[in-house]
C-alpha cells in the first residue's frame, strides 16, 4: 500500500466520521468520462477510495451536454460518441430538470444535486468527480463533500476542506461531551438505585452487610507472612497405622473379675495350689521334681479329708 493510498483511506474514515457509508456514490460530470476514454475510470475510482463498494453517476443534464457535443458539423469530437456510450454504463440521477427544456449548465446541475436548499449542506453524501475548478471551488464550502478530479492519468482525491473539517471537529466534541455527561449520568443513577436499596433493607441485613464488607477487608488487607518455614511436608516420615484389632482391644476397658461364692476349703485349697517350675536340668532336677509332685498330692489329700 503506497503512501497516497494511506492519505485516502485516512481521509475517507474522516468523512465516514461525517456521515459517509459505502457503497460511495460517485457524482460524474461529462468532462471526466471525455478525459479518461482511455483509462478504466471504474478501476481508478476503486483504487483511490480503497473498495469496491462504488456506484457511479451521471446526471440527466450532464448527458444532455454530451449530446449537444455530438451534433453534426466541423466541430464535432469524434470522442464524445464513445463518451455517451460510457456513459450510458452509468446509473442515471435524476436532477428534475425536464427535457422539453432548455438544458441547465453541470455547474448548476450539480449544485441543485449536492444541495438541493442551499444550505451548504451534501445532504445525500455524495463524491464529486468533475474537472471543473470553478464547481470545485464553490462545493468546497458545501459540508461534507469529497471532491475528485484526473490529472495525468492519475486520480487525484483533494484534501478536506476548512469547512468540512471544522464540522468533523465540532462533531467530535459534542460527541466527546454527550459521552462524559451519559457516563456521570449513569453513575448518579447507579448512587441513586444504592441509596434506594440500602434505605429498605433492614438493620440486621445492614449489619450483616457490613461484617461481611469488614470481613472482605480483612481479607484483602492480610499480608502474606515471610517469616521461618515449617519442614518440608514430603520429608516428614509418616506415622504408623495401627490395626483395627489393636485399637479396639485397647478402647474396651477390662472386666472386673466377678466375686463367686465359694466355701472355705476351696478357698483354703485355692491359696495353697502352687505351681512351681520344672528344673530343666537332669539328675537331682529330676529326684527334686518327683519329690514336688509328691508333696503336692499330699497336700490335694489333706484338703480333701478337710473338706470330708
Do not use: W
Amino acid at each position: 500500500m503506497g503512501k497516497r493510498t494511506k492519505q485516502y483511506k485516512k481521509l475517507m474514515r474522516s468523512f465516514e466520521f461525517l456521515g459517509f457509508r459505502t457503497p460511495y456514490q460517485l457524482l460524474i460530470t461529462s468532462d471526466v468520462i471525455l478525459d479518461t476514454l482511455k483509462l478504466d475510470v471504474v478501476h481508478l475510482f476503486e483504487k483511490t477510495l480503497s473498495t469496491k463498494e462504488i456506484k457511479p453517476m451521471i446526471t440527466q443534464c450532464c448527458i444532455r451536454a454530451l449530446y449537444e457535443q455530438n451534433k453534426p458539423g466541423p466541430n464535432r469530437n469524434p470522442a464524445v460518441a464513445e463518451a455517451i456510450e460510457r456513459a450510458k454504463t452509468f446509473e442515471r440521477r435524476r436532477c428534475g430538470h425536464l427535457m422539453d427544456e432548455a438544458p441547465l449548465s453541470e455547474y448548476e446541475c450539480m449544485m441543485s444535486v449536492v444541495d438541493p436548499k442551499g444550505k451548504g449542506e451534501n445532504k445525500f453524501r455524495y463524491v464529486v468527480v468533475t474537472q471543473d475548478e470553478e464547481l470545485r471551488e464553490r462545493l468546497r464550502s458545501v459540508v461534507p463533500t469529497p471532491l475528485m478530479y484526473v490529472r495525468r492519468s492519475v486520480m487525484i482525491l483533494e484534501p478536506m476542506s476548512a469547512a468540512s473539517a471544522r464540522v468533523r471537529e465540532r462533531e467530535e466534541r459534542v460527541k466527546f461531551t454527550d459521552g462524559i455527561v451519559r457516563q456521570n449520568q449513569n453513575q448518579k443513577r447507579k448512587r441513586d438505585d444504592e441509596d434506594d436499596g440500602s434505605d429498605d433493607d433492614s438493620s440486621d441485613d445492614e449489619a450483616e452487610g457490613g461484617a461481611a464488607v469488614d470481613e472482605d477487608k480483612k481479607k484483602k488487607k492480610k499480608k502474606k507472612s515471610y517469616g521461618p518455614k515449617g519442614p518440608n511436608p514430603l520429608a516428614i516420615k509418616k506415622a504408623k497405622k495401627t490395626s483395627t484389632a489393636e485399637s479396639e482391644k485397647k478402647e474396651r476397658p477390662r472386666k472386673a473379675a466377678e466375686p463367686q461364692d465359694e466355701t472355705p476349703g476351696e478357698a483354703e485349697a485355692k491359696a495353697k495350689r502352687k505351681r512351681r517350675k520344672k528344673n530343666k536340668a537332669t539328675g537331682e532336677g529330676g529326684e527334686s521334681a518327683d519329690q514336688a509332685g509328691a508333696d503336692g498330692d499330699a497336700v490335694m489329700a489333706g484338703g480333701d479329708n478337710a473338706q470330708g
